[in-house]
Each structure stands twice: as C-alpha cells, then as structure tokens.
C-alpha cells in the first residue's frame, strides 16, 4: 500500500515540475513576444523620425477638395496620431462638410475643423489623396511632409525625404487604424467613432471591390472600442445623410463629391452623385445634365462628368451624364460596353466606380492617345 502511495506521490510531483516548467516556459516566451512587440513598435515609429519640418513646425492634415467622411476623420485622427507621437499637427478641410459628414462629427461631439484656404509655405501632411488638382490651393508652393492614400499615386512631388503610404486598401481609415496599431498608440472612443464611421462610408458598408480583411477588421475592433453595438444601423444613418442633397443647388450636388485628375496632359472632373434608386438617379442626371455646362466653365479641366450612383441591396448601377460633346466622345470610346443610353446618361448596370473602374479606364485609353 506504502509502494502505490510513494508512486502517486512521484507522479503528482513530476506532474507538478511538468506545469511549472510549462508555465514558466509560456510566462518567458510570452515576455520575449511582449519584448519583440513592442521593438517593432518602436521601430515603426522611427521610422517617421525623419520628416524634413519647415517653420514654426505645425503640421497641417488636410484631405482632398469636395471633403468627405473618409478623408475628414482621417485628418482628424491622423493629427491626434501625430500628436501622441510629439508633433504639433492640426487637422484641417478644404471646404465646408456634407450632411453625412457632419453627422459622423456631431455624434462624435468633434468640432469641425478650420478651412485652409491657401496652403503655401505650410508643412502639409495629405491624407486620402496625391493629386494637385484635389487639393488645397497653394499645395504646389507648399512644403509636403507625408502622403497616406489608398487610391493611385498621383501628381504630388517633393524634393525631400516624405513619409509615404499608400495600400490598395478600402479606405484611408483603415489605414490610419493599422497606423495606431503598428505605433502601438491607443484609440480613444472617440478617434474610433470617427474611423468607424469612415470606413463604413467609403466601402458602402463592407460591400465595395476594393474592400479588404483589414478593412473589415478595422469594423469590429472599432465598433467595440467605440461602443457601437449596431454598425448596421449606424451605417443606414450614414447613408441616409449621403442620400440627402437637402437645401443643395444642383451645382452643389454636382460639386459635393468631385475630383479632378490629369492622365497624358487631360485634365478631367467626376462629380458622384448618390440616388436610392432608378427614378431618383434620373431625376438627378437631368439635374446634372443641366449644371454640368456652367460647372464646366469654372473649372481648369477638358472634360467632365456626373456619375449618378445606385448602392442598395448589392445593386450597383452607373448613370453617367458627360458634360460636352468631347466628353461623351471619349466615354463612348473607353467604354463601349455600357449598357444603355437614355438620352442623357450612359448606363452601367454592373458599376462603374470612380476609384476602381472610371478614373483607370480614362486614364488608359487618354494614355494610349497621348493629348496634343
């Protein structure tokens, strides 16, 4: 009895030695992890160390022309990024806010930023964009320090060292997002409200082509961090404030979402317009129709066009309403497999997205008959 009692007892303590050696084996291997962690941190960190500042050394955030929510809270939580890291940086708009926008800024309770009118002289860190004709007057005479995009490297230049990200990526959000991470810099609820509401806006709630894992990691770490239960319902928020041209001209609905951009010395605008549906999307393009002439003639460009869009239940059409008769040449020509025309827009049943489709297309066929 003693004999299978001393062997209980010899098992039981190796059993113990076993544990603790296990323990003590994840206890060293999860301090090396921490160790190796946060030694990446830093190191990503130092890797912006070198940005050439200019001046009082105030940095200025500043999105794209026709600001949406993307490039706004990006701003906004890209400077809050920057001053956690010992940087005088302010975020500020290009223009006055959309509807969708300012709600996202309202149920944040932030502030709206200041409007940089001009741009020259100034340290400027663009977010969202890299293309003159998007950005702030005066950028050409300003001194860039940094470029953090998720569409096409644009026309931009610096003759210094810049911090440069770009990722094909859903939205400039998600991107500022995996920037706090690779910092190892914490969100507030606030900061991640903001990027939350950005990243369900400008990837249509998850659904768009270039949305990605990040992006929709980027959702679920920010709606708990934020204390969003519901992003569904957050996001028919948004978009019911997208849908809202209320107390808008059609010039200005023509305007709140519009980027210019130059491929082979062409320079051309798209304005995209949103529609809940087929008859709002044509009652919209003949609004356009009739603003696009007089827009034309305040702008720097050769060619312009109104994109009339339709995102509801994975339904994604195109209303594309150009400007002149050189304009619709040239669509006709580098898209000639629309679907319909209907005397004012050409139609795209399957989407023509400005970002993934339109602006690459343009861009292209203008490439391959170089502009005299």
Same mark, same amino acid.
């Given at each position: 009895?003693?004999?299978?009692?001393?062997?209980?007892?010899?098992?039981?303590?190796?059993?113990?030695?076993?544990?603790?050696?296990?323990?003590?084996?994840?206890?060293?291997?999860?301090?090396?992890?921490?160790? &190796?962690?946060?030694?990446?941190?830093?190191?990503?960190?130092?890797?912006?160390?070198?940005? /050439?500042? *200019?001046?009082?050394?105030?940095?200025?955030?500043?999105?794209?022309?026709?600001?949406?929510?993307?490039?706004?809270?990006?701003?906004?939580?890209?400077?809050?990024?920057?001053?956690?890291?010992?940087?005088?940086?302010?975020?500020?708009?290009?223009?006055?806010?959309?509807? *969708?926008?300012?709600?996202?800024?309202? $149920?944040?309770?932030?502030?709206?930023?200041?409007?940089?009118?001009?741009?020259?002289?100034?340290?400027?860190?663009? #977010?969202?964009?890299?293309?003159?004709?998007?950005?702030?007057?005066?950028? *050409?005479?300003?001194?860039?320090?940094?470029?953090? @995009?998720?569409? +096409?490297?644009?026309? #931009?230049?610096?003759?210094?060292?810049? #911090?440069? *990200?770009?990722?094909?990526?859903?939205?400039?959000?998600?991107?500022?997002?995996?920037?706090?991470?690779?910092?190892?810099?914490?969100?507030? &609820?606030?900061?991640?409200?903001?990027?939350?509401?950005?990243?369900?806006?400008?990837?249509?709630?998850?659904?768009?082509?270039?949305?990605?894992?990040?992006?929709?990691?980027? #959702?679920? /770490?920010?709606?708990?961090?934020? +204390?969003?239960?519901?992003?569904?319902?957050?996001?028919?928020?948004?978009? $019911?404030?997208?849908?809202?041209?209320e107390g808008f001209s059609s010039e200005e609905i023509l305007f709140s979402d519009y980027k210019e951009y130059e491929a082979s010395g062409v320079?051309?605008?798209?304005?995209?317009?949103?529609?809940?549906?087929?008859?709002?999307?044509?009652?919209?393009?003949?609004?356009?129709?009739?603003?696009?002439?007089?827009?034309?003639?305040?702008?720097?460009?050769?060619?312009?066009?109104?994109?009339?869009?339709?995102?509801?239940?994975?339904?994604?059409? @195109?209303?594309?309403?150009?400007?002149?008769?050189?304009?619709?040449?040239?669509?006709?020509?580098? =898209?000639?497999?629309? @679907?319909?025309? @209907?005397?004012?827009?050409?139609? =795209?049943?399957?989407?023509?997205?400005?970002?993934?489709?339109?602006?690459? +297309?343009?861009?292209?066929?203008?490439?391959?008959?170089?502009?005299?």
């Amino acid at each position: 009895m003693k004999k299978n009692y001393d062997r209980i007892l010899i098992l039981l303590l190796a059993a113990c030695l076993v544990f603790l050696s296990y323990n003590a084996g994840r206890s060293r291997g999860s301090e090396e992890l921490m160790k &190796q962690q946060e030694r990446l941190q830093m190191l990503n960190r130092s890797s912006i160390e070198n940005m /050439v500042i *200019e001046g009082d050394e105030n940095i200025y955030v500043i999105g794209h022309k026709s600001p949406d929510s993307d490039t706004v809270c990006s701003a906004i939580a890209y400077a809050r990024l920057l001053n956690l890291l010992g940087y005088e940086a302010k975020a500020v708009i290009t223009a006055p806010l959309n509807h *969708e926008t300012a709600y996202i800024l309202k $149920e944040a309770e932030v502030d709206t930023p200041e409007i940089l009118y001009d741009a020259s002289g100034e340290n400027i860190f663009l #977010v969202d964009h890299s293309e003159y004709a998007q950005a702030v007057d005066g950028l *050409e005479d300003a001194h860039i320090i940094g470029i953090l @995009d998720h569409h +096409g490297i644009g026309t #931009v230049n610096t003759g210094n060292q810049v #911090v440069y *990200e770009g990722r094909p990526i859903g939205s400039t959000a998600t991107i500022v997002w995996l920037d706090y991470l690779n910092y190892g810099l914490e969100i507030d &609820q606030t900061t991640a409200y903001l990027l939350l509401g950005a990243v369900l806006s400008d990837t249509d709630n998850l659904t768009g082509s270039t949305v990605t894992e990040a992006d929709r990691e980027a #959702v679920r /770490v920010l709606a708990v961090t934020s +204390g969003v239960a519901d992003t569904e319902d957050l996001y028919a928020h948004l978009h $019911e404030e997208k849908l809202s041209y209320e107390g808008f001209s059609s010039e200005e609905i023509l305007f709140s979402d519009y980027k210019e951009y130059e491929a082979s010395g062409v320079k051309f605008g798209i304005g995209i317009v949103n529609a809940v549906n087929e008859d709002i999307a044509k009652e919209l393009a003949e609004r356009m129709k009739e603003a696009l002439p007089e827009g034309f003639k305040t702008r720097d460009v050769d060619l312009m066009y109104a994109s009339v869009g339709i995102r509801e239940n994975g339904e994604k059409i @195109d209303y594309i309403v150009p400007c002149n008769e050189l304009s619709e040449s040239i669509l006709k020509n580098a =898209f000639p497999d629309y @679907d319909e025309y @209907d005397g004012t827009s050409y139609i =795209f049943r399957t989407g023509l997205g400005r970002k993934t489709k339109f602006v690459p +297309g343009l861009t292209d066929y203008l490439g391959a008959r170089p502009h005299e």
